[in-house]
């Protein structure tokens, strides 16, 4: 892999590690590394699908809700 900038604290890295994906709508996401120090300070990603499953399912708008009739 190439050299990338640490997100945290600003310095080139040979070892980048991906910390987040970003997405856009209209314009593509990018990429945020950080070098191995600066990594484990990073929070974990969160799945943004299983996030609104569990939304879904808290509004009882999953696949077993009741339907009206």
């Known amino acids: 892999m190439t050299s990338q900038?640490?997100?945290?604290?600003q310095r080139?890295?040979?070892e980048p590690v991906v910390v987040?994906?970003?997405h856009g709508g209209s314009?593509?996401?990018g990429t945020a590394y950080a070098c191995p120090g600066?990594?484990?300070?990073f929070p974990e990603p969160r799945d943004p699908l299983a996030e609104i499953?569990?939304?879904?399912r808290a509004?009882?708008?999953?696949?077993d809700a009741?339907?009206?009739?």
Request: net charge positive; with cysteine; charged share 15%.
């Open 5 to 9: 900038v640490c997100a945290r604290c």
């Open 12 to 14: 080139p890295t040979n």
């Open 20 to 22: 987040t994906v970003e």
């Open 27 to 29: 314009v593509g996401g």
């Open 38 to 41: 600066c990594a484990p300070r």
């Open 53 to 56: 499953e569990a939304l879904c």
């Open 59 to 63: 509004r009882g708008l999953g696949p």
């Open 66 to 69: 009741p339907t009206a009739g």
